[in-house]
């Protein structure tokens, strides 16, 4: 067998494991972050609420980037449950408080309004960024 295909056949159990294991966590973070909200994010986004479907599209990419930098540094599948874990904590922590920061952001954002939703987007995107690089070291 071509060197390729056997690394294919050996390593592709462990892919699949490692996807289910991200996939598990990062549908718990969104999950969380949807019950924790103030205002209910799917169903402005149903009602065509742009400023809602961006910053929930903060969220989506914002959770998936320390993820990926905790598969990129992971040394078993332990190892990415628990700096999976402890990276989607420190993610809807982050989130809060820069909702907080922004004081009335969630009226804004109920209320359609791009730039706010926007900006708050912008900075759970950098605050996702940042904690990918910190767990990539």
């Not at 959770?63 to 990926?68: E, F, G, Q, T, V």
Request: charged residues 10%; contains cysteine.
């Amino acid at each position: 067998m071509h060197p390729s295909l056997e690394s294919l056949a050996n390593g592709f159990p462990y892919l699949i494991f490692y996807l289910l294991l991200v996939a598990v966590i990062y549908v718990v973070g969104l999950t969380a972050y949807v019950k924790l909200t103030p205002h209910k994010e799917i169903a402005l986004i149903q009602d065509n609420n742009i400023a809602a479907a961006i910053s929930f599209s903060g969220l989506v990419v914002g959770l998936a980037l320390p993820l990926a930098a905790c598969l990129v540094m992971k040394i078993g599948l332990m190892d990415v449950l628990v700096w999976g874990t402890v990276s989607t904590l420190l993610q809807l922590f982050l989130f809060r408080v820069s909702e907080m920061i922004f004081a009335g952001m969630h009226q804004r954002i109920i209320d359609g309004e791009v730039a706010a939703a926007t900006v708050l987007a912008a900075f759970k995107l950098a605050g996702s960024i940042v904690l990918a690089f910190a767990i990539a070291g």
